[in-house]
């Protein structure tokens, strides 16, 4: 995969050919994040309407609204940040027949390996890569699995998949667990 556009708070760079991102980054780190280096320049709102195949908005929220959902060209948009679709564009985008990987499951990882080192300092462990990658993994392809299924078993968008699953979860364990309230006279 190659990526061809990305952007800041300054504005993004697009290069059909594809982006070499550590000079990017150098770049960036040389010029105070305005100067990537290489490139067309693009403003972000260009950036998100460009005709590619996935679109990963990584930082802000709201950042795909109904005003310039029917503009998105990406067939696949993974939300890397938190609640960067509004509730009208993901609509507008599955009308679309784009598919939208949900930031609760998209951006789990992070999550995940926060509570790996949680884990690791309660039990006075020091896990390697190769042990939080395989672990990372292990959860990552359980949670796409489980929503996934939802998503095609009751026939509805992944986001609400999401949400069903969280909600099952929360109902199970509180059906195993019970609820202190209902014990107390």
């Not at 982006?19 to 972000?44: H, V």
């Not at 020091?126 to 939080?132: A, I, K, S």
């Amino acid at each position: 995969m190659k990526v061809v556009a990305a952007s800041n708070k300054h504005g993004g760079v697009y290069d059909p050919n594809g982006l070499n991102i550590y000079e990017c980054r150098k770049s960036l780190l040389e010029s105070d994040d305005r100067d990537w280096g290489q490139g067309a320049a693009i403003t972000n709102q260009e950036l998100l309407e460009l005709d590619v195949d996935i679109l990963a908005p990584a930082a802000l929220e709201n950042v795909l609204t109904a005003e310039n959902a029917s503009n998105v060209k990406a067939r696949m948009i993974f939300e890397l940040a938190n609640g960067p679709t509004t509730n009208e564009a993901d609509e507008i985008l599955r009308d679309k027949g784009v598919i939208l990987v949900p930031d609760i499951l998209a951006n789990a990882g992070g999550v995940c390996v926060s509570y790996f080192e949680w884990l690791q300092n309660r039990h006075a462990e020091e896990w390697d890569d190769v042990t939080v990658n395989n672990r990372l993994r292990t959860k990552m392809k359980y949670a796409t699995e489980k929503v996934m299924a939802r998503h095609l078993k009751l026939n509805i968008p992944m986001r609400t998949a999401t949400y069903v699953l969280a909600l099952k979860r929360i109902a199970d364990a509180t059906e195993c667990l019970g609820n202190k309230y209902y014990f107390q006279t």
